[in-house]
């Protein structure tokens, strides 16, 4: 027996918007990326959604909270620590130091020039 396919809805983390809803034949996990209408997207975060029935609980639907994955590749942003590497200046004190997220203060960049930047004092 095939397994049911689940709606999954894909939501832009910032700006907080939905893209839309899929059928997915497979998991995303946070770090994954996913394709959708022609653009690639970090998954960020996956919530599932349940609804009571008769015996217990279902799961009806998942939501995927994703960014979008080549704005760091297009704007150089990316470390020298690892070939991956964080987005942004991991010099600064506010950078989260993950290729998912750039920072909490200015999550959508660039990071030059920004009134936020505080160097990491040692």
């Not at 983390?13 to 839309?20: C, D, N, V, W």
Request: glycine share 8%; proline share 7%.
């Amino acid at each position: 027996m095939a397994a049911e396919l689940l709606p999954t809805e894909i939501i832009v983390a910032h700006p907080r918007q939905s893209l839309g809803k899929v059928y997915l034949d497979w998991m995303p996990q946070p770090g994954n990326y996913l394709e959708f209408a022609g653009q690639v997207y970090a998954v960020l975060e996956r919530h599932h959604h349940y609804q009571y029935k008769i015996g217990g609980y279902c799961l009806t639907k998942i939501s995927l909270q994703v960014c979008p994955a080549n704005a760091s590749v297009e704007s150089g942003e990316t470390s020298e620590l690892n070939r991956e590497g964080p987005i942004g200046d991991v010099t600064c004190r506010f950078n989260a130091r993950s290729e998912l997220i750039r920072c909490a203060v200015n999550p959508s960049g660039p990071c030059q020039n920004c009134h936020f930047f505080e160097a990491i004092t040692p």
